[in-house]
């Protein structure tokens, strides 16, 4: 063992102090370090404070937040409104309510084995923590760690995605206003800058991105034994069985697909139903889209209740894997107009994919639906399962049995029953992937145990005797006592 540690000293760690020494941000981290120590001393009323602080600025700016998301991809007022500040506030009114029972030192029982022990469950902040947010939902996914981090009493460094620029700055007013510089600091770049925080020696990372960038934001935490929090993404799937009530489905799924232009996290990937109830549940699709994005007949390019695709190599992305799946045979069976000029895709609605499609490949994050049928359960199951576990689940049907089947023979970070995306928004659900979809949860109170160290305490009375009866040496008396400890304790 001796010469590994030593090879490691000498070189990762030489390597690694002088990475430190020539890092940028290594003045801004170390201030962080020194407030974090007292971040910690502070009580419940402190913390709250910071949490009203930043729930009285959502509520006061919440145009500027509408008109940044506007600028940066096009999206509605309305869908800001729901998915980017209502989310964020009930993320902060749930935790201003629960954080003293959470901040609270947890008792725990003792077993006959240790008589005379008290025991219990201390919480504590995790000290500097890194927040690397997406564009996809760019406030909200920067807010809402941001709240769990501020409640579990640490110092934080946000850094936002660089393709939204306009709600970027936003966020860095928000940060500026409300926050000392060596409590929370908002730090705007691209990769590069990215990079260059993950090489500081951070208590926790929380991450929200692709699978590709998670395992280099893995590989940077491995190397300073960093907490880490991955909220990834996957290939989710919709089952839809002939008991389903279909223009219900049919409405939901066009909501939660379509939410964002597609570019939701938890977004229905790819569609699986049952094969009698196909036709039907098409028309109820189709007619359902019409009836959310093009109500007047005017059509659908000309909605305001639906964004844009947020950039250009984004949009070629997309329009890649609608022409390479028509390419290969695929059946549009509803939308498939695109507009460069306006990073535009229709909703756009696929049958007759076949395998080794990229649609049904990669992430799709746009609005692309891949509809495949099956006739019996199994097959469904054996087709997710045959897939890296999805960050989201979704299962549409009356049928008692067959929700506990697809609930108990797949795996997922999460699920909706007749339902697709709002888990995501419910506090007291832990949210987050399984396997390629992430790692660790977070919402509520699971995102402020993330941030939290759970300090497990134990107090013995002094001079009690208890263990004290099997301390060497191991005579045969004391191993009667251990035979006995054995056995019946």
Not at 23 to 35: D, I, T
Not at 129 to 141: C, K, Q, R
Not at 217 to 239: C, D, F, I, Q
Not at 350 to 362: C, D, I, K, M, S
Request: charged share 20%; proline share 6%.
């Amino acid at each position: 063992m001796q010469p590994i540690v030593s090879e490691l000293t000498t070189d990762s760690a030489a390597s690694g102090a002088a990475s430190l020494a020539a890092n940028p941000y290594q003045a801004q981290f170390e201030a962080l370090r020194r407030r974090a120590a007292a971040l910690r001393q502070e009580g419940v009323a402190a913390r709250r404070a910071r949490l009203q602080k930043l729930s009285s600025w959502l509520h006061a700016h919440r145009a500027d937040i509408q008109q940044a998301l506007f600028a940066d991809f096009r999206k509605p007022a309305a869908e800001t409104d729901l998915t980017e500040i209502w989310t964020s506030l009930v993320e902060l009114k749930h935790t201003m309510a629960h954080l003293k029972k959470w901040m609270a030192p947890r008792r725990v029982g003792s077993s006959m084995a240790l008589l005379g022990t008290r025991s219990w469950v201390q919480i504590e902040p995790k000290g500097v923590v890194l927040i690397i947010s997406p564009w996809n939902y760019p406030f909200y996914l920067a807010v809402g760690p941001l709240i769990s981090a501020i409640a579990a009493g640490n110092a934080v460094v946000v850094k936002p995605a660089e393709q939204t620029p306009a709600t970027s700055a936003l966020l860095q007013r928000l940060v500026e206003e409300l926050f000392r510089p060596d409590e929370v600091l908002l730090v705007p770049g691209d990769k590069e800058v990215a990079t260059q925080l993950l090489e500081l020696p951070w208590d926790h990372i929380f991450f929200t991105g692709s699978p590709e960038v998670g395992k280099i934001v893995m590989r940077a935490a491995a190397r300073h034994l960093s907490g880490l929090t991955l909220e990834l993404g996957g290939k989710n799937p919709a089952v839809v069985d002939e008991t389903a009530n279909l223009r219900d489905a049919a409405e939901k799924i066009v909501w939660g697909k379509f939410l964002n232009n597609g570019q939701t996290c938890v977004a229905p990937d790819y569609l699986l139903v049952q094969e009698s109830a196909q036709p039907a549940l098409l028309r109820e699709l189709t007619a359902a889209i019409q009836r959310a994005y093009n109500p007047t007949g005017a059509g659908i390019e000309q909605s305001e209740s639906l964004a844009r695709i947020v950039n250009e190599h984004h949009f070629a992305r997309l329009a890649g894997l609608l022409e390479d799946a028509q390419t290969r045979g695929a059946t549009v069976a509803a939308g498939g107009t695109v507009d460069a000029a306006q990073n535009y895709i229709e909703p756009t609605l696929l049958t007759n994919v076949p395998a080794g499609a990229r649609v049904l490949e990669e992430e799709i994050f746009g609005p692309l639906l891949p509809v495949l049928t099956f006739k019996t359960l199994p097959e469904t199951t054996e087709y997710i399962n045959a897939r890296l576990k999805p960050l989201a689940q979704y299962i549409f049907t009356t049928n008692q049995a067959n929700r506990r089947y697809l609930l108990e023979n797949t795996s997922a970070g999460g699920a909706g029953i007749n339902e697709t995306v709002l888990h995501f928004a419910h506090p007291e659900l832990p949210t987050g992937g399984v396997g390629n979809s992430g790692l660790g949860k977070a919402h509520g109170h699971a995102g402020f145990l993330a941030f939290s160290n759970e300090k497990g305490v134990m107090r013995q009375r002094v001079g009690f005797t208890g263990i004290k009866a099997m301390y060497p040496p191991y005579t045969g008396r004391v191993q009667k006592l251990i035979d006995l400890l054995v056995k019946y304790l």
